[in-house]
């Protein structure tokens, strides 16, 4: 049986976010671990690290994870941007650590027109910078498929292959499949002759047991469109099947696969995509 959940709030601190999973019926929950969209955020207090621990222990709710903040470009050719970039990611790495997460989900980044070779480049020396900082870290690098909008590299599983070879600590990195983004970027796994086709793909390139998270959209957009815009699991252009070979596919009963589609603040969306997704997995 697959672990489901979806992305929560942390408002009112991070351990929160576990009481909300479990209201709704996470098996596993991402988080945010600081304000996804400025450079710095006050660190986590120590009673609130020690009562997230503690909440994980009462829930039950395992894996959790966090995406970092999504100003963050490790692929830029900015020099300024690119070392508050770092400086950002290394905080993300220090807050998952401290709470004992599984890693930390980050979109590869940007190049800006400097070109893919280049951004790749820089995306390696700047995950060298962090680990090395972070030594002895069991907190992941979650390096995450996009849809390849714009300038945005990790639309081909090769080239999130590539910055894994690359790195000096391979064994920090691994990856987060994300069902929009892949479909987005052009992989077919609406048939189970086409989602074999992409596992294949995807375990010659990434290795199958280097996905350690799934991210669960559907897409607003068809086959290939490069464009990144979640809908409700069956709703868009992915549709439920594409749904139901990943839930019953046994290599990933272990691995947590979370919702990231549009929410109200009673969740009753999470809700309802989650009573969709476990209706398509067979007895
Ligand atoms: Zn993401
Ligand atoms: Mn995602
Ligand atoms: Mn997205």
């Given at each position: 049986m697959p672990l489901l959940g979806a992305h929560m709030s942390v408002a009112g601190g991070v351990s929160k976010a576990l009481d909300r999973g479990k209201s709704i019926g996470c098996d596993t929950i991402q988080i945010f671990t600081r304000n996804n969209n400025r450079w710095v955020s006050k660190p986590i207090p120590p009673e609130e690290i020690q009562r997230f621990h503690e909440k994980v222990k009462e829930t039950g709710i395992w894996p959790v994870f966090s995406h970092a903040a999504y100003l963050i470009n490790l692929a830029g050719p900015e020099e300024g941007l690119w070392e508050k970039s770092i400086a950002a990611f290394l905080d993300e790495l220090e807050r998952a650590e401290a709470l004992g997460l599984l890693g930390v989900v980050l979109h590869p980044g940007s190049h800006m027109g400097a070109g893919e070779e280049e951004g790749i480049r820089r995306i390696v020396a700047a995950l060298d910078r962090c680990h090395e900082a972070?030594?002895?870290?069991?907190?992941?690098?979650?390096?995450?498929?996009?849809?390849?909008?714009?300038?945005?590299?990790?639309?081909?599983?090769?080239?999130?292959?590539?910055?894994?070879?690359?790195?000096?600590?391979?064994?920090?990195?691994?990856?987060?499949?994300?069902?929009?983004?892949?479909?987005?970027?052009?992989?077919?796994?609406?048939?189970?002759?086409?989602?074999?086709?992409?596992?294949?793909?995807?375990?010659?390139?990434?290795?199958?047991?280097?996905?350690?998270?799934?991210?669960l959209n559907d897409s607003k957009h068809p086959l290939g469109s490069r464009k990144d815009r979640h809908e409700h699991i069956g709703k868009g252009y992915i549709g439920l099947d594409g749904f139901r070979w990943l839930l019953n596919d046994p290599r990933f009963d272990t691995v947590p696969m979370v919702l990231e589609t549009p929410k109200s603040k009673d969740m009753h969306e999470d809700v309802e995509n989650l009573a969709v997704l476990r209706s398509l997995i067979r007895g």
């Open positions: 972070t030594e002895g870290y069991k907190t992941l690098t979650l390096l995450e498929v996009t849809a390849g909008t714009g300038a945005h590299l990790g639309y081909r599983f090769e080239q999130l292959a590539e910055i894994r070879a690359r790195v000096r600590h391979p064994e920090r990195v691994a990856f987060c499949f994300d069902t929009c983004h892949a479909f987005a970027a052009g992989y077919d796994f609406r048939t189970e002759e086409g989602y074999a086709r992409v596992m294949e793909e995807l375990d010659r390139t990434l290795g199958i047991e280097n996905v350690r998270a799934f991210h």
